[in-house]
Nanobody, 116 residues
Framework: QVQLVESGGGFIQTGGSLRLSCTGS????????TDWYRQAPGKPRELVAG????????VYGDSLKGRFTCSRDNAKNTVYLDMISLKPEDTAVYYC?????????WGQGTQVTVSS
């Protein structure tokens, strides 16, 4: 069964950095684009970043550009979201997503809480 598992979230102070990981099971992530979404309480799920199967990173939203970057480690079958200069407004549950010709897969989410 295909699974995506996020990890790396937690509590961090404003200005800190985190690396989130999305690791696939029964799916080769290097064959697909992977997207990162986040959802804060009371707000809709937001597309924040993604990486193509060719390794190109994209970041969406003026507040995220220059702070978030996606990368891959194909040997570990893992996609990363590197976040720097974190702000309280970055607090959310972060999800990875992969769409294939057969299905859309979502991870369970990892909580990021940025404290003032």
């Amino acid at each position: 069964q295909v699974q995506l598992v996020e990890s790396g979230g937690g509590f961090i102070q404003t200005g800190g950095s985190l690396r989130l990981s999305c690791t696939g099971s029964e799916i080769v992530l290097s064959m697909y684009a992977t997207d990162w979404y986040r959802q804060a309480p009371g707000k809709p799920r937001e597309l924040v970043a993604g990486i193509s199967y060719g390794g190109r990173s994209s970041v969406y939203g003026d507040s995220l550009k220059g702070r978030f970057t996606c990368s891959r480690d194909n040997a570990k079958n893992t996609v990363y979201l590197d976040m720097i200069s974190l702000k309280p407004e970055d607090t959310a549950v972060y999800y990875c997503h992969v769409g294939t010709s057969q299905a859309n897969y979502w991870g369970q989410g990892t909580q990021v809480t940025v404290s003032s």
